[in-house]
């Protein structure tokens, strides 16, 4: 522990977080250091924390999930709607005819006993670690639940946003294979060549556009039920309409290679066409034999797309991972191949970053290209086992790596964003100044477009058109109106310090 002259003291974790501290350290006697007083003085009070979280504005969820964020509690009454069936065999939803082995998921409105079975099944609230490992229990549940949501799109965003708004937080990025399954099957009918030029073309020729309009189509219904559940452009509109949502096309990793590849294509094109699409992520568990198999093909499937479509963003998870999933070899390249190969400018998870080849020149790198890693601290607990000491997050924060809290999976999980930033207070004592970087950052790498309204990566000092009159201001000065104007992405930033100014005056 280590105490600052007029009484701001910092926790310094083991590896030692002192020029992070003195970097982010508040001036005495301003807002910050008010608050930063108030959270050391609740940091062993896990109720207050949540209070104090809850309130606290958030900034940006970076990595969600879109059907891992909904509660199994809204699938069961979904699936009972649509007269689904549970298959008890595996606590499956399936569709009718139900049966003696399959009856009607209605029944557990009626049944508390089948309806426990199924939230367990399909949460993490059923986990019982003697039987079966976080991993398993969790990347078990997306099938289980899968036809509960076929018809639920805009229901499941309207939602999240909702929640979101809830959780103070401005902006989402969620995760989706928008086009459902098209682009998959248009590559598995293509077939694979290995030649990515040529395999580019013969998708063109072979209708991808399909798989782009499907995309579209969906985000065109989506947004009208959305909107429509949430009353926006109503007098009744709910705080979830306030909320900026945008998307990343999601590519199943575990897919073949034909049908990874059309899906890439169908994303990066996506992205180049709908705004509402902002850039691409690849999911699916990291440790699975084809993602290990064809992790760098994948890899030279995205640099190729990038040098052809360089203006698509790119979040990659990677390095989701532990010693007893995977060989050590396969500890060793994974974050810095999707940064190198893969160019992300975001890291889903980095977990493993202490056992990539030359962590700490990988570090270093990281910090000098500016790539954020999405901590997922919920997740990376129930999934991987993996918390508090033995979590790298101080690692990334005393490297100056930016790093933003984020969801993963809230409806799986059983969590949502305040409780990211009180498992963060809780495990590593971080202070204030260090949570709203990390707030300003999940907003500072949204792929979101625009210009920042910082003048350089990780400085948070506006740039010059917005440097006079009061950060956030309702009224901010001609100047710095024009250049909000001009950038969605500063616009939001802006919206964030008039949000934290005023949680911060009432301390
Ligand atoms: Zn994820």
Not at 5 to 27: E, I, K, N, Q
Not at 275 to 293: C, K, S
Not at 439 to 457: K, N
Not at 471 to 489: E, V
Request: overall charge positive; glycine content about 8%.
């Amino acid at each position: 522990m280590r105490y600052f002259r007029h009484g701001v003291y910092w926790f310094v974790v083991g590896l030692g977080l002192t020029s992070l501290a003195a970097a982010a350290r508040p001036r005495a006697g301003s807002a910050t250091a008010r608050v930063e007083r108030y959270l050391r003085s609740i940091r062993n009070q896990p109720p207050l924390l949540s209070a104090f979280f809850r309130r606290m504005p958030k900034g940006g969820d970076l990595h969600n999930h879109l059907t891992g964020a909904i509660y199994a509690e809204t699938y069961i009454h979904w699936a009972a709607a649509a007269g689904d069936c549970v298959r008890l065999a595996d606590m499956t939803a399936v569709r009718p005819p139900c049966g003696p082995m399959d009856p009607p998921i209605r029944n557990a409105l009626r049944q508390s006993g089948l309806y426990t079975a199924i939230l367990h099944a399909w949460s993490m609230l059923g986990w019982n670690p003697a039987r079966e490992s976080g991993h398993d229990h969790f990347f078990a549940t997306f099938d289980k639940y899968s036809l509960a949501h076929a018809h639920h799109f805009g229901d499941m965003i309207a939602q999240v946003a909702q929640r979101a708004a809830r959780e103070r937080l401005e902006y989402l990025e969620l995760m989706d294979t928008l086009d459902g399954s098209v682009a998959s099957h248009l590559g598995m009918q293509a077939g694979w060549t290995g030649n990515l030029a040529q395999m580019r073309r013969r998708l063109m020729r072979a209708g991808i556009s399909h798989a782009v309009a499907a995309a579209q189509a969906r985000l065109n219904r989506g947004e009208v039920v959305w909107q429509r559940d949430l009353g926006c452009g109503t007098p009744q509109a709910r705080p979830g309409c306030g909320v900026t949502v945008r998307f990343l096309y999601q590519v199943i990793r575990a897919l073949p290679p034909q049908a990874v590849y059309a899906q890439f294509l169908t994303g990066f094109l996506l992205a180049r066409r709908d705004a509402r699409v902002v850039g691409i992520n690849l999911v699916a568990p990291e440790d699975g034999y084809v993602a290990l198999h064809d992790f760098h093909l994948q890899m030279q499937m995205l640099d190729y797309l990038h040098h052809r479509y360089p203006q698509v963003k790119i979040a990659l998870h990677a390095g989701e991972l532990n010693t007893r999933l995977v060989r050590p070899r396969n500890l060793r390249f994974h974050i810095r191949q999707s940064i190198e190969l893969g160019h992300a400018s975001r890291i889903g998870h980095g977990v493993d970053i202490m056992h990539e080849s030359h962590p700490f020149q990988l570090l270093r790198e990281m910090r000098r290209r500016n790539v954020l890693v999405e901590i997922c601290l919920t997740s990376n607990w129930s999934i991987l086992g993996i918390a508090g000491r033995n979590h790298p997050l101080p690692i990334y924060l005393r490297y100056h790596v930016p790093v933003a809290l984020a969801t993963d999976d809230e409806g799986v999980s059983r969590s949502d964003m305040t409780r990211q930033y009180v498992r963060a207070e809780r495990e590593f004592q971080l202070s204030y100044a260090t949570l709203k970087q990390m707030t300003r950052d999940s907003l500072e790498h949204a792929f979101l477009p625009g210009a920042s309204l910082w003048r350089a990566p990780e400085d948070f000092h506006p740039v010059a058109a917005c440097a006079a009159g009061v950060l956030g201001a309702r009224h901010p000065a001609p100047a710095c109106a024009r250049y909000l104007a001009a950038s969605p992405k500063a616009r939001l930033e802006w919206k964030l310090e008039r949000r934290l100014r005023r949680f911060e005056a009432r301390f």
